[in-house]
Protein backbone atom coordinates (compact mmCIF):
# COMPACT_ATOMS: atom_id res chain seq x y z
CA UNK A 1 0.00 0.00 0.00
CA UNK A 2 1.31 3.09 -0.93
CA UNK A 3 1.58 5.48 2.68
CA UNK A 4 1.04 9.63 1.84
CA UNK A 5 2.59 10.58 5.24
CA UNK A 6 0.44 12.74 6.85
CA UNK A 7 2.45 14.40 9.26
CA UNK A 8 3.05 17.98 7.81
CA UNK A 9 0.31 20.08 8.59
CA UNK A 10 -1.38 22.86 9.62
CA UNK A 11 -3.46 21.42 12.21
CA UNK A 12 0.23 20.57 14.26
CA UNK A 13 1.09 23.84 16.37
CA UNK A 14 4.78 22.70 16.11
CA UNK A 15 4.01 22.76 12.37
CA UNK A 16 1.75 25.79 12.14
CA UNK A 17 4.27 27.51 14.06
CA UNK A 18 7.28 26.41 11.87
CA UNK A 19 5.50 27.85 8.76
CA UNK A 20 4.72 31.17 10.29
CA UNK A 21 8.68 31.73 11.37
CA UNK A 22 9.49 30.03 7.74
CA UNK A 23 11.82 27.51 10.17
CA UNK A 24 12.53 24.44 7.65
CA UNK A 25 14.15 22.18 10.25
CA UNK A 26 11.07 20.84 12.17
CA UNK A 27 9.12 20.38 8.72
CA UNK A 28 12.49 18.82 7.26
CA UNK A 29 12.29 16.45 10.04
CA UNK A 30 9.08 15.43 9.95
CA UNK A 31 9.59 14.55 6.22
CA UNK A 32 12.65 12.91 6.49
CA UNK A 33 11.02 10.50 9.53
CA UNK A 34 7.80 9.61 7.54
CA UNK A 35 9.86 9.19 4.42
CA UNK A 36 12.19 6.69 6.58
CA UNK A 37 9.53 4.99 7.93
CA UNK A 38 8.44 4.15 4.37
CA UNK A 39 5.37 6.84 2.98
CA UNK A 40 5.81 7.27 -0.64
CA UNK A 41 4.70 11.19 -0.49
CA UNK A 42 5.17 13.50 2.02
CA UNK A 43 1.55 15.26 2.43
CA UNK A 44 2.13 18.97 2.40
CA UNK A 45 -1.43 20.49 4.07
CA UNK A 46 -1.15 23.97 4.44
CA UNK A 47 -4.88 24.74 4.85
CA UNK A 48 -6.75 27.37 3.26
CA UNK A 49 -3.53 29.38 3.10
CA UNK A 50 -5.53 32.59 2.11
CA UNK A 51 -2.33 35.30 2.73
CA UNK A 52 0.69 34.57 1.20
CA UNK A 53 -0.40 30.74 -0.31
CA UNK A 54 1.92 31.14 -3.04
CA UNK A 55 4.94 31.96 -1.33
CA UNK A 56 4.52 29.74 1.95
CA UNK A 57 3.33 26.58 -0.13
CA UNK A 58 6.82 27.14 -2.70
CA UNK A 59 9.27 27.53 0.24
CA UNK A 60 7.12 23.79 1.88
CA UNK A 61 7.92 22.01 -1.54
CA UNK A 62 11.70 23.46 -1.68
CA UNK A 63 12.68 22.98 2.08
CA UNK A 64 10.84 19.00 2.11
CA UNK A 65 12.42 17.60 -1.48
CA UNK A 66 15.55 19.50 -0.08
CA UNK A 67 15.67 16.57 2.31
CA UNK A 68 14.04 13.67 0.96
CA UNK A 69 14.27 12.22 -2.34
CA UNK A 70 9.75 11.98 -2.14
CA UNK A 71 7.22 12.82 -4.10
CA UNK A 72 4.55 15.31 -2.33
CA UNK A 73 1.12 15.27 -1.97
CA UNK A 74 0.05 19.22 -2.09
CA UNK A 75 -3.23 19.50 0.15
CA UNK A 76 -4.88 22.66 -0.09
CA UNK A 77 -7.89 24.47 -1.75
CA UNK A 78 -6.02 27.56 -2.43
CA UNK A 79 -5.71 26.80 -6.12
CA UNK A 80 -3.02 29.45 -6.72
CA UNK A 81 -0.73 27.99 -3.86
CA UNK A 82 -1.60 24.46 -5.20
CA UNK A 83 -0.26 26.03 -8.84
CA UNK A 84 3.07 27.54 -7.21
CA UNK A 85 3.91 24.17 -5.20
CA UNK A 86 3.38 22.18 -8.73
CA UNK A 87 5.92 24.84 -10.59
CA UNK A 88 8.73 23.94 -7.89
CA UNK A 89 7.71 20.25 -7.49
CA UNK A 90 10.79 17.96 -8.19
CA UNK A 91 9.52 15.30 -10.28
CA UNK A 92 12.65 13.64 -10.45
CA UNK A 93 11.48 12.11 -7.58
CA UNK A 94 7.69 10.96 -8.36
CA UNK A 95 5.22 13.02 -10.13
CA UNK A 96 3.47 15.55 -7.32
CA UNK A 97 -0.37 13.97 -5.89
CA UNK A 98 -2.38 17.19 -5.79
CA UNK A 99 -5.15 16.81 -2.69
CA UNK A 100 -8.06 17.38 -3.72
CA UNK A 101 -10.89 17.88 -6.25
CA UNK A 102 -14.85 16.93 -5.89
CA UNK A 103 -17.74 17.66 -7.16
CA UNK A 104 -17.93 20.76 -5.84
CA UNK A 105 -17.54 23.24 -8.73
CA UNK A 106 -15.24 25.20 -6.50
CA UNK A 107 -12.75 22.25 -6.93
CA UNK A 108 -13.17 21.87 -10.85
CA UNK A 109 -10.16 24.13 -11.41
CA UNK A 110 -8.17 21.43 -9.16
CA UNK A 111 -8.76 19.29 -11.92
CA UNK A 112 -7.63 21.40 -14.61
CA UNK A 113 -4.42 22.02 -12.75
CA UNK A 114 -3.44 18.48 -12.14
CA UNK A 115 -4.11 17.65 -16.33
CA UNK A 116 -1.81 20.75 -16.73
CA UNK A 117 1.38 19.63 -14.38
CA UNK A 118 0.60 16.33 -15.29
CA UNK A 119 0.25 15.08 -12.14
CA UNK A 120 -1.81 12.87 -9.84
CA UNK A 121 -4.92 14.02 -8.35
CA UNK A 122 -7.25 12.94 -5.68
CA UNK A 123 -11.10 13.08 -6.27
CA UNK A 124 -12.97 13.06 -2.98
CA UNK A 125 -16.38 12.02 -3.85
CA UNK A 126 -18.76 14.35 -2.60
CA UNK A 127 -20.84 17.20 -3.99
CA UNK A 128 -21.88 20.89 -2.83
CA UNK A 129 -24.48 19.60 -0.67
CA UNK A 130 -24.99 16.93 1.50
CA UNK A 131 -22.70 14.09 2.52
CA UNK A 132 -23.00 10.59 0.22
CA UNK A 133 -25.42 8.51 1.72
CA UNK A 134 -23.96 5.26 0.63
CA UNK A 135 -21.72 3.67 -1.76
CA UNK A 136 -23.79 3.93 -4.84
CA UNK A 137 -23.67 7.11 -3.98
CA UNK A 138 -20.22 7.78 -4.26
CA UNK A 139 -19.68 5.82 -7.32
CA UNK A 140 -22.26 8.24 -8.87
CA UNK A 141 -20.62 11.40 -7.99
CA UNK A 142 -17.11 9.44 -8.98
CA UNK A 143 -18.63 8.91 -12.37
CA UNK A 144 -19.07 12.24 -13.00
CA UNK A 145 -15.65 13.22 -11.99
CA UNK A 146 -13.86 10.66 -14.40
CA UNK A 147 -16.00 12.21 -17.28
CA UNK A 148 -14.67 15.89 -16.27
CA UNK A 149 -11.20 14.18 -15.96
CA UNK A 150 -11.41 12.52 -19.83
CA UNK A 151 -12.28 16.11 -20.97
CA UNK A 152 -9.33 17.72 -19.23
CA UNK A 153 -7.40 15.10 -20.89
CA UNK A 154 -6.43 13.39 -17.03
CA UNK A 155 -5.48 9.78 -17.85
CA UNK A 156 -8.08 7.61 -15.48
CA UNK A 157 -4.69 5.87 -13.80
CA UNK A 158 -3.74 9.32 -12.56
CA UNK A 159 -6.78 9.39 -10.17
CA UNK A 160 -7.38 8.23 -6.54
CA UNK A 161 -11.01 8.21 -5.54
CA UNK A 162 -11.38 8.86 -1.84
CA UNK A 163 -14.76 7.55 -1.00
CA UNK A 164 -14.47 9.99 2.32
CA UNK A 165 -14.14 8.08 5.64
CA UNK A 166 -16.58 9.98 8.48
CA UNK A 167 -15.75 9.37 12.25
CA UNK A 168 -17.31 5.99 13.49
CA UNK A 169 -17.76 7.13 16.59
CA UNK A 170 -21.07 9.38 15.20
CA UNK A 171 -21.92 7.37 12.06
CA UNK A 172 -21.13 4.16 12.77
CA UNK A 173 -22.68 2.38 9.53
CA UNK A 174 -20.63 4.79 6.76
CA UNK A 175 -17.21 2.33 7.72
CA UNK A 176 -18.94 -0.45 5.58
CA UNK A 177 -20.29 1.98 3.39
CA UNK A 178 -17.09 3.61 2.46
CA UNK A 179 -15.01 -0.02 2.31
CA UNK A 180 -17.91 -0.88 0.16
CA UNK A 181 -17.34 2.24 -2.39
CA UNK A 182 -13.63 1.08 -2.23
CA UNK A 183 -14.62 -1.83 -3.89
CA UNK A 184 -17.13 -0.48 -6.32
CA UNK A 185 -14.48 2.05 -7.59
CA UNK A 186 -12.38 -0.39 -8.52
CA UNK A 187 -15.10 -1.79 -10.64
CA UNK A 188 -15.51 2.08 -12.60
CA UNK A 189 -12.69 1.28 -14.94
CA UNK A 190 -10.56 -1.45 -16.02
CA UNK A 191 -7.00 -1.45 -15.10
CA UNK A 192 -9.36 -0.58 -11.85
CA UNK A 193 -9.59 2.95 -10.35
CA UNK A 194 -6.85 3.62 -7.56
CA UNK A 195 -8.58 4.51 -4.48
CA UNK A 196 -7.42 6.68 -1.03
CA UNK A 197 -8.25 7.55 2.24
CA UNK A 198 -7.62 9.53 4.79
CA UNK A 199 -7.33 6.88 7.36
CA UNK A 200 -7.18 8.87 10.76
CA UNK A 201 -10.49 10.43 9.49
CA UNK A 202 -12.27 7.26 10.65
CA UNK A 203 -10.83 7.68 14.43
CA UNK A 204 -11.64 11.40 15.22
CA UNK A 205 -13.52 11.73 18.25
CA UNK A 206 -12.57 8.80 19.98
CA UNK A 207 -10.47 8.85 23.52
CA UNK A 208 -7.14 9.31 22.12
CA UNK A 209 -5.40 6.06 23.00
CA UNK A 210 -8.07 4.41 20.90
CA UNK A 211 -6.84 6.03 17.91
CA UNK A 212 -4.33 3.97 16.62
CA UNK A 213 -6.34 0.64 17.47
CA UNK A 214 -9.40 1.78 14.98
CA UNK A 215 -7.34 3.37 12.37
CA UNK A 216 -5.08 0.37 11.90
CA UNK A 217 -7.54 -2.48 12.25
CA UNK A 218 -10.12 -0.46 9.84
CA UNK A 219 -6.73 -0.13 7.25
CA UNK A 220 -6.97 -4.37 7.37
CA UNK A 221 -10.72 -4.51 6.24
CA UNK A 222 -9.73 -1.13 3.54
CA UNK A 223 -6.73 -3.36 2.05
CA UNK A 224 -8.74 -6.03 1.78
CA UNK A 225 -11.39 -4.59 -0.27
CA UNK A 226 -8.46 -3.37 -2.36
CA UNK A 227 -7.84 -0.27 -1.34
CA UNK A 228 -3.84 1.41 -3.48
CA UNK A 229 -2.99 4.13 -0.91
CA UNK A 230 -3.61 6.05 2.53
CA UNK A 231 -2.84 9.19 4.15
CA UNK A 232 -2.18 7.82 7.14
CA UNK A 233 0.84 8.49 9.98
CA UNK A 234 4.21 6.73 9.00
CA UNK A 235 5.32 6.80 12.53
CA UNK A 236 2.62 4.65 13.79
CA UNK A 237 4.66 1.21 14.35
CA UNK A 238 1.74 -0.40 15.02
CA UNK A 239 -0.43 0.50 11.88
CA UNK A 240 2.69 -0.04 9.68
CA UNK A 241 3.29 -3.44 11.07
CA UNK A 242 -0.32 -3.93 10.68
CA UNK A 243 -0.05 -2.84 7.02
CA UNK A 244 2.63 -5.05 6.35
CA UNK A 245 1.56 -7.81 7.78
CA UNK A 246 -1.64 -7.51 5.81
CA UNK A 247 0.26 -7.33 2.65
CA UNK A 248 1.67 -10.97 3.79
CA UNK A 249 -1.64 -12.20 3.90
CA UNK A 250 -2.35 -10.66 0.68
CA UNK A 251 0.74 -11.87 -0.91
CA UNK A 252 2.14 -8.77 -1.65
CA UNK A 253 5.17 -9.26 0.22
CA UNK A 254 6.66 -12.70 0.40
CA UNK A 255 7.14 -13.70 4.06
CA UNK A 256 10.31 -13.92 5.73
CA UNK A 257 11.26 -13.68 9.50
CA UNK A 258 12.22 -9.72 8.62
CA UNK A 259 9.19 -8.57 7.08
CA UNK A 260 8.58 -5.88 9.24
CA UNK A 261 12.22 -4.62 8.90
CA UNK A 262 11.43 -4.43 5.16
CA UNK B 1 -17.24 -13.80 17.83
CA UNK B 2 -16.83 -16.63 20.19
CA UNK B 3 -13.79 -17.32 21.60
CA UNK B 4 -13.25 -20.82 22.83
CA UNK B 5 -10.07 -20.12 25.51
CA UNK B 6 -7.38 -21.60 24.26
CA UNK B 7 -4.49 -21.98 27.19
CA UNK B 8 -5.82 -24.82 29.51
CA UNK B 9 -3.72 -27.71 27.00
CA UNK B 10 -1.56 -30.17 27.86
CA UNK B 11 1.22 -28.69 25.14
CA UNK B 12 1.33 -25.35 28.63
CA UNK B 13 4.43 -27.03 31.26
CA UNK B 14 2.22 -25.47 34.04
CA UNK B 15 -1.04 -27.27 32.56
CA UNK B 16 0.83 -30.49 32.22
CA UNK B 17 2.56 -30.89 35.78
CA UNK B 18 -1.03 -29.62 37.28
CA UNK B 19 -2.50 -32.68 35.05
CA UNK B 20 -0.25 -35.14 36.46
CA UNK B 21 -0.47 -33.66 39.88
CA UNK B 22 -4.00 -33.31 39.68
CA UNK B 23 -3.78 -30.13 41.33
CA UNK B 24 -6.63 -27.97 40.46
CA UNK B 25 -5.75 -24.67 41.45
CA UNK B 26 -3.05 -23.90 37.87
CA UNK B 27 -5.94 -24.87 36.24
CA UNK B 28 -8.73 -23.08 37.82
CA UNK B 29 -6.97 -20.13 37.63
CA UNK B 30 -6.56 -20.35 33.95
CA UNK B 31 -10.04 -20.83 33.64
CA UNK B 32 -11.20 -17.92 35.37
CA UNK B 33 -8.84 -15.42 33.96
CA UNK B 34 -9.61 -17.08 30.35
CA UNK B 35 -13.47 -16.52 31.17
CA UNK B 36 -13.46 -13.08 32.67
CA UNK B 37 -11.23 -12.11 29.30
CA UNK B 38 -14.03 -12.98 27.56
CA UNK B 39 -13.96 -16.87 26.61
CA UNK B 40 -17.76 -18.28 25.76
CA UNK B 41 -15.75 -21.66 25.94
CA UNK B 42 -13.10 -23.20 27.78
CA UNK B 43 -10.93 -25.70 25.89
CA UNK B 44 -9.83 -28.76 27.84
CA UNK B 45 -6.69 -30.10 25.69
CA UNK B 46 -5.34 -33.18 27.31
CA UNK B 47 -3.47 -34.36 23.96
CA UNK B 48 -4.56 -38.00 23.23
CA UNK B 49 -3.72 -39.69 26.74
CA UNK B 50 -3.89 -42.86 26.43
CA UNK B 51 -3.33 -43.65 30.19
CA UNK B 52 -6.39 -42.90 32.20
CA UNK B 53 -8.31 -40.06 29.71
CA UNK B 54 -11.30 -41.04 31.01
CA UNK B 55 -10.22 -40.74 34.60
CA UNK B 56 -8.30 -37.17 33.59
CA UNK B 57 -11.27 -35.89 31.70
CA UNK B 58 -13.75 -36.28 34.19
CA UNK B 59 -11.23 -34.49 36.73
CA UNK B 60 -10.40 -31.22 34.88
CA UNK B 61 -14.26 -31.06 33.43
CA UNK B 62 -14.99 -30.76 37.30
CA UNK B 63 -12.35 -29.03 38.44
CA UNK B 64 -12.91 -26.24 35.35
CA UNK B 65 -16.63 -25.82 36.13
CA UNK B 66 -16.36 -25.47 39.84
CA UNK B 67 -15.02 -22.70 39.49
CA UNK B 68 -16.61 -20.95 35.48
CA UNK B 69 -20.08 -21.23 34.69
CA UNK B 70 -19.04 -22.20 31.11
CA UNK B 71 -19.77 -24.73 29.18
CA UNK B 72 -16.37 -26.64 27.78
CA UNK B 73 -14.95 -27.29 24.77
CA UNK B 74 -13.32 -31.15 25.03
CA UNK B 75 -10.14 -31.47 23.45
CA UNK B 76 -8.83 -35.14 22.66
CA UNK B 77 -8.78 -37.87 20.19
CA UNK B 78 -9.38 -40.31 23.04
CA UNK B 79 -12.96 -40.95 22.36
CA UNK B 80 -14.17 -42.58 25.64
CA UNK B 81 -12.03 -39.52 27.24
CA UNK B 82 -14.48 -37.49 25.56
CA UNK B 83 -17.35 -39.77 26.63
CA UNK B 84 -16.18 -39.34 30.06
CA UNK B 85 -16.29 -35.84 29.76
CA UNK B 86 -19.54 -35.94 28.04
CA UNK B 87 -20.95 -37.60 31.32
CA UNK B 88 -19.87 -35.38 33.64
CA UNK B 89 -20.18 -31.69 31.84
CA UNK B 90 -22.57 -29.14 33.62
CA UNK B 91 -24.46 -28.31 30.14
CA UNK B 92 -26.65 -25.39 32.68
CA UNK B 93 -23.51 -23.76 31.72
CA UNK B 94 -24.10 -24.46 28.05
CA UNK B 95 -23.52 -27.39 25.85
CA UNK B 96 -20.14 -28.88 25.35
CA UNK B 97 -18.05 -28.57 22.08
CA UNK B 98 -16.32 -31.43 21.12
CA UNK B 99 -13.31 -30.85 19.15
CA UNK B 100 -12.95 -33.02 16.71
CA UNK B 101 -14.23 -34.87 14.37
CA UNK B 102 -12.81 -34.87 10.48
CA UNK B 103 -13.02 -37.22 7.44
CA UNK B 104 -10.75 -39.62 9.00
CA UNK B 105 -12.19 -42.86 9.65
CA UNK B 106 -10.49 -42.78 13.27
CA UNK B 107 -13.00 -39.65 13.54
CA UNK B 108 -15.82 -40.79 12.42
CA UNK B 109 -17.21 -42.01 16.36
CA UNK B 110 -16.17 -38.61 18.03
CA UNK B 111 -19.31 -37.31 15.44
CA UNK B 112 -22.04 -40.13 16.84
CA UNK B 113 -20.64 -39.13 20.46
CA UNK B 114 -21.44 -35.43 20.00
CA UNK B 115 -25.30 -36.77 18.41
CA UNK B 116 -25.87 -39.37 21.41
CA UNK B 117 -24.49 -36.27 24.20
CA UNK B 118 -26.51 -33.40 22.24
CA UNK B 119 -22.82 -31.25 22.25
CA UNK B 120 -21.76 -29.32 19.28
CA UNK B 121 -19.19 -30.87 17.00
CA UNK B 122 -15.70 -29.07 15.43
CA UNK B 123 -15.59 -30.90 12.31
CA UNK B 124 -12.46 -30.59 10.63
CA UNK B 125 -11.88 -30.33 7.09
CA UNK B 126 -8.92 -32.64 6.65
CA UNK B 127 -9.20 -36.36 5.05
CA UNK B 128 -7.04 -39.34 6.30
CA UNK B 129 -4.46 -38.48 3.09
CA UNK B 130 -2.66 -35.34 2.64
CA UNK B 131 -3.69 -31.38 3.90
CA UNK B 132 -6.20 -30.05 1.34
CA UNK B 133 -4.79 -27.94 -1.53
CA UNK B 134 -7.42 -25.42 -1.55
CA UNK B 135 -11.10 -24.23 -0.21
CA UNK B 136 -13.19 -26.17 -2.84
CA UNK B 137 -11.19 -29.31 -1.59
CA UNK B 138 -12.06 -28.37 2.58
CA UNK B 139 -15.53 -27.69 0.86
CA UNK B 140 -16.05 -31.28 -0.09
CA UNK B 141 -14.63 -32.54 2.61
CA UNK B 142 -17.15 -30.40 4.28
CA UNK B 143 -20.14 -31.63 2.69
CA UNK B 144 -19.00 -35.61 3.32
CA UNK B 145 -19.12 -34.56 7.04
CA UNK B 146 -22.12 -33.25 6.45
CA UNK B 147 -23.59 -35.68 5.12
CA UNK B 148 -22.26 -37.81 8.00
CA UNK B 149 -23.64 -35.87 10.58
CA UNK B 150 -27.20 -36.11 9.18
CA UNK B 151 -27.20 -39.43 9.10
CA UNK B 152 -26.21 -39.13 12.75
CA UNK B 153 -29.10 -36.92 13.46
CA UNK B 154 -26.57 -34.31 14.69
CA UNK B 155 -28.01 -30.76 13.67
CA UNK B 156 -26.32 -28.52 10.93
CA UNK B 157 -26.62 -25.76 13.33
CA UNK B 158 -24.30 -27.76 15.84
CA UNK B 159 -21.72 -27.98 13.27
CA UNK B 160 -18.69 -25.87 13.34
CA UNK B 161 -16.53 -26.13 10.18
CA UNK B 162 -12.79 -25.67 10.75
CA UNK B 163 -10.89 -25.04 7.23
CA UNK B 164 -7.39 -26.12 9.36
CA UNK B 165 -5.37 -23.28 10.03
CA UNK B 166 -1.64 -23.39 8.58
CA UNK B 167 1.15 -21.76 9.45
CA UNK B 168 2.31 -18.47 7.11
CA UNK B 169 5.69 -18.72 7.63
CA UNK B 170 6.10 -21.96 5.44
CA UNK B 171 2.81 -22.29 3.29
CA UNK B 172 1.51 -18.47 3.09
CA UNK B 173 -0.58 -19.08 -0.06
CA UNK B 174 -2.62 -20.80 2.33
CA UNK B 175 -3.86 -18.41 4.58
CA UNK B 176 -6.03 -16.93 1.82
CA UNK B 177 -7.07 -20.38 1.09
CA UNK B 178 -8.12 -20.71 4.33
CA UNK B 179 -10.38 -17.26 4.48
CA UNK B 180 -11.72 -18.23 1.34
CA UNK B 181 -12.96 -21.98 2.82
CA UNK B 182 -14.62 -19.46 5.55
CA UNK B 183 -16.74 -17.72 2.87
CA UNK B 184 -17.42 -20.87 1.00
CA UNK B 185 -18.42 -22.93 4.10
CA UNK B 186 -21.60 -20.81 5.04
CA UNK B 187 -22.86 -21.45 1.89
CA UNK B 188 -23.02 -24.72 2.70
CA UNK B 189 -26.09 -24.45 4.34
CA UNK B 190 -29.15 -22.22 5.07
CA UNK B 191 -29.00 -20.76 7.75
CA UNK B 192 -24.98 -20.66 7.16
CA UNK B 193 -23.14 -23.22 8.72
CA UNK B 194 -20.78 -22.61 11.73
CA UNK B 195 -17.54 -21.87 11.79
CA UNK B 196 -14.03 -22.50 13.41
CA UNK B 197 -10.06 -21.92 13.69
CA UNK B 198 -7.42 -22.63 15.84
CA UNK B 199 -6.02 -18.97 15.38
CA UNK B 200 -2.74 -19.41 16.56
CA UNK B 201 -1.97 -21.75 13.99
CA UNK B 202 -1.12 -19.20 11.88
CA UNK B 203 1.79 -17.95 13.51
CA UNK B 204 3.59 -21.11 14.35
CA UNK B 205 7.30 -20.92 13.65
CA UNK B 206 7.35 -16.88 13.38
CA UNK B 207 9.41 -14.92 15.84
CA UNK B 208 7.72 -14.83 19.33
CA UNK B 209 7.40 -11.38 19.23
CA UNK B 210 5.62 -11.33 16.25
CA UNK B 211 3.06 -13.97 16.94
CA UNK B 212 0.26 -12.05 18.54
CA UNK B 213 0.40 -9.32 15.48
CA UNK B 214 0.18 -11.77 13.09
CA UNK B 215 -2.96 -13.36 14.84
CA UNK B 216 -4.70 -10.30 14.90
CA UNK B 217 -4.19 -9.50 11.79
CA UNK B 218 -5.59 -12.33 10.10
CA UNK B 219 -8.64 -12.58 13.01
CA UNK B 220 -10.04 -9.15 11.22
CA UNK B 221 -9.22 -11.05 7.53
CA UNK B 222 -11.29 -14.32 9.12
CA UNK B 223 -14.38 -11.96 10.88
CA UNK B 224 -14.59 -10.21 7.84
CA UNK B 225 -14.93 -13.54 6.07
CA UNK B 226 -17.92 -14.36 8.13
CA UNK B 227 -15.92 -16.55 10.87
CA UNK B 228 -18.09 -17.42 14.23
CA UNK B 229 -15.80 -18.46 16.15
CA UNK B 230 -12.09 -18.70 17.41
CA UNK B 231 -9.95 -20.94 19.45
CA UNK B 232 -7.41 -18.65 20.40
CA UNK B 233 -5.80 -16.79 23.87
CA UNK B 234 -8.88 -14.04 25.36
CA UNK B 235 -5.72 -12.92 27.64
CA UNK B 236 -4.11 -11.58 24.56
CA UNK B 237 -5.35 -8.05 25.18
CA UNK B 238 -4.16 -6.46 21.48
CA UNK B 239 -6.02 -9.36 19.73
CA UNK B 240 -9.46 -8.87 22.03
CA UNK B 241 -8.95 -5.39 21.57
CA UNK B 242 -8.65 -5.87 17.65
CA UNK B 243 -11.31 -8.42 17.30
CA UNK B 244 -13.54 -6.07 19.30
CA UNK B 245 -12.67 -3.22 17.16
CA UNK B 246 -13.55 -5.19 14.13
CA UNK B 247 -16.92 -6.26 15.70
CA UNK B 248 -17.76 -2.33 15.22
CA UNK B 249 -16.97 -2.01 12.23
CA UNK B 250 -19.11 -4.93 11.46
CA UNK B 251 -21.73 -3.28 13.22
CA UNK B 252 -22.19 -5.74 15.58
CA UNK B 253 -21.31 -4.38 18.52
CA UNK B 254 -22.76 -0.16 18.66
CA UNK B 255 -19.72 2.28 19.26
CA UNK B 256 -19.41 3.69 22.40
CA UNK B 257 -16.08 5.13 23.94
CA UNK B 258 -15.93 2.05 26.66
CA UNK B 259 -16.58 -0.60 24.37
CA UNK B 260 -13.43 -2.28 24.75
CA UNK B 261 -14.43 -2.54 28.30
CA UNK B 262 -17.18 -4.49 27.34
Known amino acids: MIII ?38 DVNIGPAEDNGEDLMKWM ?5 EVVQAPLCLDTTNVSALRA ?24 PILDLAAEFNAELIALTVGKG ?22 AGLPMEDIYLDPLILQVCTTQDQAMHSIKAIEMFQELNDPPMK ?6 NISNGVPK ?24 NPLDKEMMDT ?13 ADSYLEM
Open 195 to 200: TVVGLS
Open 130 to 151: GLPADAEERCGIAAEIMARAME
Open 85 to 108: GLEVHNNEWGRALVNSTSNDPERF
Open 209 to 232: NMRSLIDRTYAVLLMNAGLTSAIA
Open 5 to 42: GEKISVIAKKVREAMEARDPKPIQDLALAQWKAGAYFI
Open 61 to 65: CESIQ
Open 243 to 255: IKTTEVFMNKTLY
